[in-house]
């Protein structure tokens, strides 16, 4: 089991840094399909996209 945990964790690794350089690159990317199974990593994903844009934003006076 945790030789297949190892290559699962590995392919997941070679995708992001794939989608990486494709940001990196200014390549436009497909529209993500998720599957209901992904709903938590989503949710996740999300807050910390809204986290780095509150970080990213100009202080308010």
């Known amino acids: 089991m945790a030789a297949q945990n190892e290559a699962v964790v590995a ?8 989608i990486e ?13 998720s599957m209901s199974s992904d709903l938590g990593a989503i949710r996740a994903r999300l807050r910390i996209i809204q986290m780095i844009r509150n970080d990213a934003a100009p202080p308010s006076t």
């Not at 350089?21 to 399909?33: H, M, N, V, Y």
């Open 11 to 18: 392919q997941d690794k070679d995708a992001l840094e794939a």
């Open 21 to 33: 350089a494709a940001f990196a690159s200014g390549t436009k990317l497909p529209q993500e399909i």
